[in-house]
């Protein structure tokens, strides 16, 4: 799964938006899953990442239904 910037967010319809952030979501899930079992992640940057890029679309979704 991809990172997206801002620039790239913007240009996403508000279905792939949501699309995406259930996608993202889960994989965050799954990284949160290893740790907590004990395990290491392949790459620990990977979930900042993803909290960042999820932030990202929840806010954009948030600027489109606001207006």
Do not use: Y
């Not at 889960?26 to 960042?52: D, F, Y």
Request: aromatic residues 2%.
């Amino acid at each position: 799964m991809a990172i997206f910037r801002a620039q790239e967010v913007r240009q996403f319809s508000d279905v792939e938006l949501q699309e995406q952030a259930d996608k993202l979501k889960m994989e965050l899930i799954q990284h949160h899953g290893k740790v907590s079992a004990g395990g290491a992640t392949e790459n620990p940057g990977r979930i900042r990442e993803l909290r960042r890029t999820i932030a990202r679309i929840k806010t954009e979704q948030n600027s489109r239904r606001l207006g």
